[in-house]
């Protein structure tokens, strides 16, 4: 098959500036520093160095050259930058400036010299690769994993061509001094080049709406004002935690807690105030459990802790540490202290085959109601 590299490289410039304009779209609305925004200014960047390669013999060789490799190097440095304000991270000017300048530089000063041109482009090239593989293997940012695994195959693959045609250059298989030529197998990494600029396209991308998602379904199942999960997670979490209970026969309890006296914080102090003790309240009792206990706001004032592979007794140890951290720690609103204690239902223990999610919750509704009758702030726990 005969693959005319003036013709794939119309191509990729045809295919970029058709991907930049999706892109585009898609970022349309977004604030300028957006990181979808910084990857469509990195798309345009690359039709822009295709736009140029196509356009020699039109154009002089030192203009397509110089124009051409400092677009090419400026669509990857942005697509550094892109990567890491989509990560939140910070990236120093330094690299995305310096790559930039060396690539000019070289193509100036190597313009007529294109053995020594390709081989040392193909090295920075490399290395500014290298860092956005960097960025998407650093283990201290968590990425979607199906977009971030597109992108890092079109990057190595594209590493590979790079580093094969500077290979090809030092061994005289590119005679000509442009890249425009025959040889077919240039054709071919020039094809690696158009599938690269779909990959880095539809992986951007698909990484973007991965990691939406995922925030829209966190959002679904998390409490807006304290940030626990909702009644929907826990009550999600409390089926998994009993099923796995009753399947291996272990213990398993839950705790219902209500704060006292609630409604007066509102309307003493406002509801902002009474939002404050919630969100205070929330922090106390997440920060006093173990990493494998659960806890959820369960209702307006009432939050629900799940402790697998504890039993009754453990359950009152953790529900009085709990209720002592509640009424050691108030809430600072308005340079006052806002001072409030929480009543606890304690249900479970070993569970019988007859126990349901309605069951248990009722048994520590039931304990909860006994403990505010028996004058709140106090543990009680549900007979069985």
């Known amino acids: 098959m005969i693959l005319d590299a003036y013709t794939l490289y119309l191509v990729v410039a045809m295919l970029a500036i058709v991907m930049t304009g999706w892109v585009t779209v898609m970022a349309w609305g977004q604030p300028p520093g957006d990181a979808l925004r910084v990857w469509s200014w990195a798309l345009t960047a690359y039709a822009l160095s295709s736009v140029m390669f196509s356009l020699r013999g039109l154009m002089s060789v030192g203009a397509t050259v110089v124009l051409g490799n400092a677009a090419y190097a400026a669509a990857l440095a942005l697509m550094l930058l892109a990567l890491r304000r989509f990560q939140g991270a910070a990236v120093r000017t330094l690299w995305l400036v310096l790559p930039v300048l060396l690539v000019v530089a070289v193509a100036i000063f190597w313009v007529h010299d294109f053995r020594h041109r390709i081989l040392a482009l193909a090295l920075l090239y490399s290395a500014q690769l ?99 999960p909702n009644r929907r997670a826990i009550s999600d979490a409390l089926h998994s935690a009993t099923a796995r209970a009753q399947r291996q026969g272990g213990a398993f309890s839950l705790l219902l807690i209500d704060i006292d006296h609630f409604k007066p914080v509102n309307d003493s102090f406002g509801h902002q105030a009474g939002d404050e003790v919630l969100r205070v309240v929330a922090r106390t009792l997440q920060s006093r459990l173990r990493a494998q206990d659960a806890i959820g706001r369960f209702g307006g004032e009432e939050f629900l802790v799940l402790l697998p592979d504890t039993d009754s007794d453990g359950a009152l140890v953790a529900a009085e540490a709990l209720r002592t951290a509640v009424a050691l720690t108030p809430a600072q609103w308005a340079g006052r202290s806002i001072h409030v204690t929480v009543s606890v239902g304690v249900s479970g223990g070993k569970l019988k085959p007859g126990d349901t999610i309605d069951s248990l919750i009722a048994a520590a509704d039931g304990a909860l109601y006994g403990a ?13």
Not at 183 to 210: C, D, K, R, T
Not at 373 to 384: D, F, T
């Open 130 to 228: 290298v860092l956005v593989v960097w960025a998407l293997v650093d283990e201290r940012y968590v990425l979607p994993v199906r977009g971030r695994a597109m992108l890092m195959l079109a990057l190595l693959a594209l590493i590979a061509a790079l580093l094969l045609r500077a290979f090809g250059a030092h061994l005289a298989w590119l005679q000509a001094d442009g890249v425009i030529d025959s040889n077919q197998w240039q054709g071919w990494l020039i094809l690696v080049a158009a599938i690269a600029v779909l990959s880095f396209a539809l992986g951007f991308v698909y990484m973007y709406l991965e990691r939406a998602e995922r925030r829209s379904f966190e959002l679904a199942m998390q409490d807006m004002l304290t940030g626990l």
């Open 372 to 384: 505010k009758q028996g004058g709140r702030n106090r543990v009680q726990q549900a007979s069985r």
